[in-house]
């Protein structure tokens, strides 16, 4: 069995989060038990860090001012002002602010 350790981040996602709603949801009617539900978001985490690893081409370039950085266990964070995004079919989205997190994609052990 593979023990490697995915990042949890995408726990924090829409689709994330309706899982663990419906996971405590089951949990609280005794439906499953809590250990299933650990393993069911262990599952989540690597199924959608290999699918948007393999299957997302689009790509974005942006402009603004970097407000506040951060690096800590191996994770970068940046919280960027007043943004400019210009997406792959040209159009532009502005915003107010934008945080991006920035994890190795490399698996333990991959150079």
């Not at 949890?8 to 299933?36: C, F, K, N, V, W």
């Not at 689009?58 to 007043?82: M, N, P, Q, S």
């Not at 210009?86 to 994890?103: E, G, R």
């Amino acid at each position: 069995m593979n023990t490697q350790a995915y990042y949890e981040l995408y726990r924090r996602s829409s689709i994330g989060s309706a899982l663990m709603d419906t996971l405590d949801d089951l949990i609280t009617e005794r439906r499953i038990e809590p250990q299933l539900a650990i393993k069911i978001m262990a599952n989540f985490d690597r199924s959608i860090t290999e699918v948007l690893a393999d299957k997302v081409k689009a790509r974005l370039t942006f402009k603004g001012h970097l407000d506040t950085y951060r690096f800590c266990d191996e994770v970068w964070t940046f919280l960027i002002k007043d943004v400019n995004l210009k997406l792959d079919n040209q159009s532009t989205i502005q915003a107010d602010k934008v945080k991006i997190v920035s994890c190795n994609s490399k698996k333990p052990g991959e150079t």
